[in-house]
């Protein structure tokens, strides 16, 4: 199953190239902010802003109450275990 996982936009790492950190669950991981920068504003913006990630990319932006109940739930499910520790896995 492919999912976006709710993280936090912690840094930018590369303004040029429109990347940044995002932590999940402890984890964090670099990944594309293109999808969710907004144009007219400073990619400074997205720090602090919780976000969908899938396979490097931050797809979209969303609240912080949705994005954590959405991994209270992955995480009874164990849906999120798999995606963690490959993260983990990869050296991010």
């Given at each position: 199953m492919c999912l976006?996982?709710?993280?936090?936009?912690?840094?930018?790492?590369?303004?040029?190239?429109?990347?940044?950190?995002?932590?999940?669950?402890?984890?964090r991981r670099e990944v594309s902010l293109a999808c969710v920068a907004e144009p007219e504003r400073p990619l400074e913006d997205c720090v602090g802003s919780w976000v969908l990630v899938h396979v490097g990319f931050a797809l979209a932006r969303i609240g912080e109450e949705e994005?954590?109940?959405?991994?209270?739930?992955?995480?009874?499910?164990?849906?999120?275990?798999?995606?963690?520790?490959?993260?983990?896995a990869s050296g991010s």
């Open positions: 976006g996982i709710p993280g936090k936009v912690v840094a930018v790492t590369d303004a040029e190239r429109r990347l940044g950190l995002v932590e999940i669950a402890g984890t994005a954590r109940a959405t991994l209270a739930v992955l995480e009874e499910l164990g849906e999120v275990q798999e995606e963690l520790a490959a993260m983990r």
